[in-house]
């Protein structure tokens, strides 16, 4: 499969992070699933090619065309059924409200269908795209739409900036220093995240500083104490609970088993929209 990332336009590179494509015209379907593990975005899927499969709770079921995923505090099972034509929109943290309303703890760990979220928004989209021939035309087309979107918003919130500080950190910033900075009590400040996040500062933090993880490991030779006290963690007891909550598998087994696409999704490198000056 090849994986590729894109860098949107400003200003929607204030609320989308990257977009990505991923292409396979070979109808080979794997043995085991891919685990795709959370990293602290939103991100909207649209499928230009076969449909895929998740497996959950030993079960299996189809996924929808297109679809919101919703922030995922485990990891996601999947497996392509044929051809793979996909194009991704990862929003940065708090930079989905100029095009979703739902409260986002509502779908937090839920791949909900886009029709049931924005019938109208999805309809724009696909009627962009229905004419181009290939992904990259496609994924221009779509920008396009976005772009429109976001000039028409006027959604303006502290929580893209309090967001953006927690990732340009790894997720290691005082969660009490960012309520203090905003002026709002910490309870008020989760209750802002859930909403417009779609977790806690503290579960985005774990996240974040969970996906540093797999950077350190580049360069910490497999050494887990190191790669613990490096992305922050108290000991390798701790780095090892959030690898149990996160990807479900201890991290030998993980990185044993890891496949390229899977390792495409894993976070190793990343900057806020408030640091990002790609265009």
Known sequence: MRYSEYHPQPPLSQFVECFWTLESKQASVPTTPERILPDGCVELILNFGDHFTQHQ??????QPR???????TGPILISPTGAVELIGIRFHPGGTPPFFKVPLHEITDRIVKLSDLAQT??????????????????????????LKTVEHSSHNSFVQQLAAEIVDSGGLTSIDLLAHHAGISTRQLER???????????????????????????????EWAPIALECGYYDQAHLIRDFNQFAQQTPAILLAEQTKLAEAFTRKSRMSHFSNTDS
């Open 121 to 146: 928004f999805e309809k724009e989209l696909l009627e962009s795209a229905a004419d181009e021939s290939c992904l990259a035309k496609r994924l221009n087309a779509i920008e396009a739409v976005l």
């Open 192 to 222: 802002r995240f859930l909403n417009e996040v779609g977790l806690s500062p503290k579960v985005l933090s774990r996240i974040l500083r969970f996906q540093q993880v797999f950077r350190a490991i580049e360069y910490c030779k497999g």
């Open 66 to 72: 297109n679809f919101l995923v919703g922030q995922m």
């Open 57 to 62: 709770d030993g079960s299996r079921f189809d």
